[in-house]
């Protein structure tokens, strides 16, 4: 059954074109002043929508009260309390009847009926009551055809952002009805909280459509990924990395900024820890704690090694994936002063993924004296390529004595002759070797001099 469109248009009366406008606003107004009488008065002129035979006849005062007294209010508090009072109590097919009337009036007078009406139609307990095809009509009398506008007041309008998406999700037809493009982008960190609430494929196809949209893919994927330091009490990370799993499938793959998303989106215990720990490798490392499970008394006895909090079954989703690790990542591990987390990816890395470790986090580390950090590296031997020797280097002097210690930079002079040695070294030897190699070798000799 459908909406039947045949408009009534509804003119004042005699009386009501003979007061003034200020007599009419004390008269009928709900937002003149705090009235109980006026507000029952217009509760029941529009509950007796819903009921009889659906062809319900106003008489001159109900004219007068809907025009000068219910149209008036823009959604508003008076106007949320005005739809709650019409329908309660009101079954499903009494909803119906009164918004067939909703849309067969017509108020020349009060033209922007239109548009508050609207508010009526994407009310939680309308959109159960009505089938798809009223919400076909709905779509094209009272929205011109805009769903996305449908949608938006619908959510702006709800209580609860929750409820009102298990009511747009009840059934098939309803999800392709408004969602059959998807969820989006503003909706779906909340359908994500509560996942169980709806279809998994749902949810999964509307993350999929939003990951290949270019212009929106990085921050659905950002957002994602968050998620996994800021689980829900409704669903364990357990279920999130199965939907994840479920979403980057078909050679689908996270952004590099998934790693940072997932690992530093919470925020971190700053405190050092004053005590050494035996890694295993005959070094003591100090290192920053990373959580307030590991650091449950307050002491700072031990760094942290949890994998709770390093989300270690996401690292390896990522690490199997072949995500690139970024610079932005390693920053913040040399921040943070951390060695149990770069221990745990280089020992479970598969074979052949490069942990990347770039000169950007070389200047954090010595910045802020992270010796744990500067322990993994020369432990090891990631502080063995000319790009990140360099960097030491070139920072040698605003190093601590104990950074010093631990990754033992060389005098400048003494690399000077280390390179003359190599350069000499490759100059007896040029005449076996390709040109454009001894070239290349030469560039990066004389770039390390510098």
Same mark, same amino acid.
């Given at each position: ?28 107004? $709900? ?63 009494? /909803? ?30 309308? /959109? ?6 009223? $919400? ?16 938006? /007041? ?37 359908? /994500? ?16 459509? $939003? ?240």
């Amino acid at each position: 059954m459908s909406f039947v469109l045949n408009p009534e248009v509804l003119t004042t009366t005699d009386e009501s074109k003979s007061m003034d406008y200020s007599d009419r606003i004390e008269k009928y107004s $709900l937002t003149y002043k705090e009235d109980q009488s006026k507000f029952d008065r217009a509760v029941g002129v529009l509950r007796a929508l819903a009921t009889g035979d659906g062809n319900h006849i106003w008489s001159g005062e109900d004219r007068d009260i809907f025009i000068n007294g219910v149209l008036p209010v823009y959604p508003d508090r008076v106007f949320a309390a005005l739809k709650n009072a019409v329908f309660e109590g009101l079954e499903p097919n009494q /909803i119906l009847m009164m918004l067939n009337n909703f849309i067969c009036i017509d108020v020349p007078s009060c033209h922007y009926f239109v548009g508050t009406r609207r508010h009526w139609f994407v009310d939680a307990r309308s /959109i159960k009551a009505m089938s798809v095809e009223h $919400l076909e009509q709905v779509k094209l009398v009272v929205f011109d055809g805009d769903l996305s506008k449908m949608i938006e /007041i619908a959510f702006a309008d709800a209580i609860s952002e929750r409820i009102m998406m298990k009511i747009m999700t009840a059934s098939e037809l309803k999800i392709s009805f408004f969602f059959g493009r998807g969820v989006p982008f503003k909706y779906l960190e909340n359908m /994500i909280t509560f996942m169980d609430d709806h279809a998994p494929d749902l949810l999964v196809d509307s993350l999929v459509r $939003l990951i290949d949209t270019p212009i929106v893919s990085g921050a659905v994927q950002d957002m994602l990924f968050r998620r996994v330091s800021n689980t829900s009490a409704r669903y364990s990370r357990a279920e999130l990395l199965s939907l994840i799993k479920q979403v980057y499938t078909e050679g689908r793959k996270p952004s590099p900024e998934s790693w940072t998303a997932t690992l530093f989106d919470s925020e971190l215990c700053h405190n050092w820890s004053d005590d050494y720990i035996d890694v295993g490798s005959g070094e003591t490392i100090v290192e920053t704690p990373f959580c307030t499970d590991c650091n449950e008394y307050g002491g700072n006895a031990h760094p942290c090694n949890c994998e709770q909090k390093f989300h270690l079954d996401v690292c390896d989703f990522l690490m199997e994936r072949w995500v690139k690790i970024p610079p932005s990542f390693w920053r913040k591990v040399a921040y943070h002063n951390l060695y149990h987390l770069p221990h745990y990816l280089h020992i479970n890395r598969p074979h052949g993924f490069y942990l990347d470790i770039g000169v950007g986090c070389v200047r954090n580390m010595i910045e802020f004296d992270s010796t744990a950090f500067a322990q993994f590296l020369v432990q090891y031997q990631y502080n063995q390529p000319t790009n990140i020797r360099n960097e030491i280097q070139r920072n040698c002097g605003r190093m601590s004595s104990q950074m010093k210690a631990i990754l033992k930079p060389g005098s400048k002079k003494r690399q000077r002759e280390h390179l003359a040695e190599c350069q000499s070294l490759l100059d007896e030897n040029s005449k076996d070797m390709p040109e454009g190699f001894y070239i290349e070798m030469s560039k990066l000799f004389k770039s390390g001099y510098a």
